[in-house]
């Protein structure tokens, strides 16, 4: 079937010759090479015709799909930095964003604008709950009026039908947090015409996780959806060591024929502002009235004991206060990572959980702060890795060198998980690894024709030393990229040479069968 094309000169765009090619779908890795036209892989194995416009010898190198992170917020930031570099040079040829119920609306507006411009990098979005009803229904802590929950609905369909990939929840933020599981299970059937997928940031990731769980699974079940549970943790010390938390309701589940999958960070501290910390009724009715609400001593005082129940106390004796730091903040950039024992003392203050509270809120009412909370077990962490159903995601967004202390995630969650659980630790295999950055999440999501190497695919490619694949992000450094990195290909170009981004754009968008029903 090839014969017609050799007539015209070189049969291939490029050639990769010689790599140890990990296909993505967890089988043994096999010496071969990969010949590519265009935007596709036309032939794989032993590529004899050597007329390309471009061979690459990758002797000693590991040739994998490229990696998809289904877990990221790179709608933020990706208009104002389009390289994207922080996941194209991990290796990452596909983001998803729009996760934890939150989206830039309306998405048509994004997409359009990101088809302007050209991006590095292939881009979906999730629909997000807490943008919908923010929309609708503002910071109102009650249920939706009829006429509310029919606006909520025909702005998801309106969404799903710009491409949205599906219906993100983020149920411990504003305004998600005011939402009952009724609301969420109606909302979500908008999505299941366009096969679309419900992933949530559940309401609890400590002692109530397996309810939060069994609500997620709740609304996927009701509607015959696909349910991604995100950034899976035991996130607090009282529940370490119980993964049987997480297990039992997913597996019950997927008995009763329920596709359930999860995705994770490999890192034992997570990343979000405070607001998380509070409870949720300080902020019923907007900020100006949280403002309002803490000038009275009462409310004060409550909200105070919630943060440092919530946030600060420990049933195995660890100082919480060494273990949350600040990474960014407009009003408190002096205190950018340092945690809060630090700035406490460096204020002349005891480092006692009473001052860490008054903290916080003094934090929160003058802008607030981005976060890092080291509050997971290292044990879990690799237990929750190793189930079959978890994929690997870094809930990070698009980042700009050297601005805030973000989170490490960032830049390192791939090679991270590459270097130090595969090769040093041996928690995964590099084949099962490679499975869960690649034809897992593209499975799940749906993202036809890619996450494997075989003929036909998208070809989106990720080509790197093993022995030297590594992170270097860190949590007091973390504007680091990785090394060891050799090529990455993005729909057939190069996206990175020699661990170089080449500032091509040859992303696409990545839109949901709704698209061709919206036009
Ligand atoms: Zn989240």
Same mark, same amino acid.
């Given at each position: ?16 010759? $010689? ?5 993505? =779908? ?12 265009? $935007? ?26 490229? &990696?998809?992170?289904?877990?990221? /917020? *790179? ?13 194209? #040079?991990?290796?990452? =040829? ?5 996760? *934890? ?23 979906? *979005? ?60 109606? #909302? ?12 949530? /940031? ?15 699974? +709740? ?56 607001t998380s910390s509070f409870p949720s009724w300080a902020f019923e009715g907007g900020r100006d ?33 060494? =273990?949350?730091?600040?990474?960014? !903040?407009? $009003? ?19 480092? =006692? ?8 809120? +003094? ?9 890092? &909370? ?32 973000? /989170? ?10 590459? !270097? /130090? ?27 036809? $024709?890619?996450?494997?190497?075989k003929e036909g695919m998208y070809a989106d490619i990720c080509i790197f030393d093993l022995e ?16 060891? #990195? ?34």
């Amino acid at each position: 079937m090839f014969l017609a094309m050799s007539c015209g000169g070189q049969s291939y765009d490029l050639v990769i010759k $010689n790599g140890l090619i990990v296909d993505g =779908t967890g089988e043994p890795a096999y010496t071969g090479d990969i010949a590519i036209r265009g $935007n596709r892989i036309v032939e794989i194995g032993n590529v004899k015709d050597s007329r390309a416009a471009e061979t690459i010898d990758v002797s000693g190198l590991i040739v994998a799909p490229g &990696f998809i992170d289904v877990h990221t /917020h *790179c709608d933020r930031g990706i208009k104002r930095v389009p390289t994207v570099d922080n996941y194209i #040079l991990q290796g990452v =040829t596909t983001v998803i964003g729009g996760n *934890c119920g939150g989206h830039p609306f309306p998405l048509a507006e994004l997409y359009r604008d990101l088809e302007k411009e050209g991006i590095s990098i292939n881009f979906g *979005c999730l629909i997000g709950h807490n943008t919908i009803r923010r929309e609708v229904m503002e910071y109102k802590m009650e249920a939706p009026t009829k006429e509310e929950m029919t606006e909520m609905k025909s702005l998801i369909d309106q969404e799903m039908r710009a491409g949205g990939l599906g219906f993100s929840t983020g149920l411990s933020y504003l305004p998600g947090i005011y939402s009952e599981t009724e609301e969420l299970v109606e #909302l979500a059937s908008i999505i299941a015409p366009y096969d679309g997928i419900y992933a949530s /940031h559940i309401r609890d990731q400590a002692l109530l996780i397996t309810e939060a769980i069994e609500e997620a699974i +709740e609304v996927g079940e009701k509607n015959g959806l696909t349910v991604q549970i995100s950034h899976i943790k035991l996130a607090d010390d009282s529940v370490w060591g119980e993964i049987e938390r997480i297990t039992k309701p997913v597996e019950d589940a997927k008995a009763r024929g329920v596709k359930v999958f999860l995705d994770q960070y490999p890192y034992t501290a997570t990343s979000s502002g405070f607001t998380s910390s509070f409870p949720s009724w300080a902020f019923e009715g907007g900020r100006d009235q949280f403002l309002e609400r803490i000038k009275k001593p009462g409310i004060y005082k409550k909200i105070k004991t919630y943060i440092i129940e919530r946030r600060l106390a420990s049933t195995k004796g660890i100082n919480k206060l060494e =273990t949350v730091f600040i990474a960014n !903040s407009r $009003n408190y950039g002096e205190y950018e990572g340092k945690n809060l024992q630090d700035i406490l003392l460096s204020r002349g203050l005891e480092p =006692t959980v009473e001052n860490g509270a008054d903290l916080i809120i +003094e934090i929160e009412k003058n802008g607030g702060a981005s976060c890092v &909370f080291f509050q997971m077990d290292e044990k879990d962490v690799e237990d929750l890795m190793k189930l079959p159903y978890t994929m690997h995601g870094s809930d990070g967004s698009v980042q700009e060198i050297g601005r805030g202390v973000p /989170h490490p995630r960032n830049y390192g969650t791939f090679p991270r998980v590459i !270097s /130090h659980y595969v090769r040093e630790k041996g928690v995964l295999s590099l084949e099962e690894a490679v499975r869960k950055m690649t034809s897992l999440p593209a499975d799940v999501f749906k993202l036809k $024709n890619r996450g494997k190497l075989k003929e036909g695919m998208y070809a989106d490619i990720c080509i790197f030393d093993l022995e030297n694949f590594k992170d270097k992000a860190t949590f007091s450094d973390p504007h680091q990229y990785s090394e060891g #990195l050799a090529y990455v290909i993005v729909n057939g170009e190069f996206a990175v040479k020699n661990n170089t981004h080449t500032n091509r754009r040859s992303g696409m968008i990545l839109y949901g069968s709704g698209k061709e029903q919206g036009e």
